[in-house]
């Protein structure tokens, strides 16, 4: 069973930035080493992961000379640890149809003529955001993203308590 020490031994901020960079290469991994085409929602579940690995820098630069700016950063990693897993959960609930999700996601048209369909098909994301390309032990990408953002979140913020320095009553 993995322990949450093992991650004791990382600085937070290093922490953040090596768990956000092992989901985008993760989700890079399996588009251009497998062949999964994102959709629209897959692409936009990068977007927290990688202010989560800039922020996590600027942050470790920062921890010496501006603690509180420190602090202050790992509370916004941790909120986009929190973003991810929701953006991550209407994905799957656009994926089983309980949410119809955005209008570009839907794979249908609404043209009104055969220039328009042309238009909206050459604009039009390849790979349908309701599709699982991919599933493992029953889970889509997306489902097991929700499990990863918020085990993430919950390892960083377990270091954080770790690491910070309590004053004795």
């Given at each position: 069973?993995?322990?949450?020490?093992?991650?004791?031994?990382?600085?937070?901020?290093?922490?953040?930035?090596?768990?956000?960079?092992?989901?985008?290469?993760?989700?890079?991994?399996?588009?251009?080493?497998?062949?999964?085409?994102?959709?629209?929602?897959?692409?936009?579940?990068?977007?927290?992961?990688?202010?989560?690995?800039?922020?996590?820098?600027?942050?470790?630069?920062?921890?010496?000379?501006?603690?509180?700016l420190a602090r202050a950063l790992?509370?916004?990693?941790?909120?986009?640890f929190v973003l991810e897993a929701?953006?991550?959960?209407?994905?799957?609930?656009?994926?089983?149809?309980?949410?119809?999700?955005?209008s570009a996601c839907s794979g249908?048209?609404?043209?009104?003529?055969?220039?328009?369909?042309?238009?909206?098909?050459?604009?039009?994301?390849?790979?349908?955001?309701?599709?699982?390309?991919?599933?493992?032990?029953?889970?889509?990408?997306?489902?097991?993203?929700?499990?990863?953002?918020?085990?993430?979140?919950?390892?960083?913020?377990?270091?954080?308590?770790?690491?910070?320095?309590?004053?004795?009553?």
């Amino acid at each position: 069973m993995l322990s949450l020490r093992l991650f004791q031994s990382y600085h937070p901020d290093t922490l953040a930035a090596l768990l956000a960079a092992g989901a985008l290469g993760g989700a890079l991994l399996s588009q251009y080493g497998f062949g999964y085409r994102p959709c629209d929602l897959c692409v936009l579940q990068r977007y927290p992961y990688a202010a989560i690995a800039v922020i996590g820098v600027a942050s470790y630069l920062l921890a010496a000379r501006r603690p509180r700016l420190a602090r202050a950063l790992r509370g916004l990693i941790i909120a986009l640890f929190v973003l991810e897993a929701a953006l991550a959960a209407y994905h799957v609930g656009v994926e089983q149809g309980w949410i119809a999700g955005p209008s570009a996601c839907s794979g249908g048209t609404t043209a009104t003529s055969l220039e328009a369909l042309r238009a909206q098909l050459l604009s039009a994301p390849l790979v349908s955001c309701r599709d699982v390309r991919f599933s493992f032990l029953g889970l889509s990408m997306a489902a097991w993203n929700i499990l990863y953002a918020l085990a993430s979140g919950a390892a960083l913020t377990y270091v954080m308590r770790k690491q910070t320095p309590r004053a004795h009553p």
